[in-house]
């Protein structure tokens, strides 16, 4: 058994022609704004339009809705549709082909650390790292650990020996993904 809400004579189930009063004047200006949004939501836009300015209508009882009213019901609809496509989450596949500094598309999987590119049980040992910790680096870090400031020299062998950690630990991290 096939149900139709739709007049025998309209050869489109979905037409808006078959509105009368003035659903037919909402249905024009919903029209009217529904291309502001992408073609996949136009639908929907135009019915959340037609909803919203019904509701407008039944708020304000038998007055009068001027055309200027209902283009601002319109676009308050449109405006409300953006926010909330602005506040949805991205989210990324690990199976998107990505374009890399070379110029060649790869998986963004591909691009991801492994867990065994470090390992992070001897970077984690206190032990090891200060057998090859320099002995200043040592006397920099007890001062900071108690509080006593740092003079300018002590500062400037710190940032440089940063510099060189990160840039030693970045280079190992690209070489282990190439």
């Known amino acids: ?34 291309r502001k949004v992408p073609a996949q939501d ?8 037609i909803l919203e300015l019904a509701l407008a209508r039944a708020r304000d009882g038998d007055k ?3 055309q ?4 601002r019901v319109a676009s308050f609809v449109v405006a409300d549709y953006w926010r909330k496509e602005k506040r949805k ?3 990324l596949s690990l199976d998107t082909e990505i374009e890399n500094g070379d110029g060649d598309t790869t998986e963004l999987m591909e691009t991801v650390a492994d867990d065994r590119a470090l390992d992070l049980d001897a970077w984690l040992d206190a032990r090891t790292f200060l057998l090859g910790c320099p002995h200043r680096l040592i006397e920099i870090a007890y001062k900071r650990l108690n509080g006593v400031v740092l003079n300018n020299a002590d500062k400037l062998y710190l940032c440089k020996w940063r510099k060189r950690e990160q840039k030693r630990l970045l280079d190992r991290t690209l070489l282990s993904l190439s």
């Open 42 to 49: 136009r639908g929907d836009i135009r019915h959340s339009i």
């Open 68 to 71: 200027a009213m209902m283009c």
């Open 89 to 91: 989450p991205t989210i």
């Open 64 to 66: 009068s809705f001027s």
């Open 1 to 34: 058994m096939v149900t139709t809400l739709c007049c025998p004579q309209d050869e489109n189930p979905l037409s808006y022609a078959r509105l009368k009063g003035e659903w037919a004047i909402w249905s024009e200006i919903a029209q009217r704004f529904e």
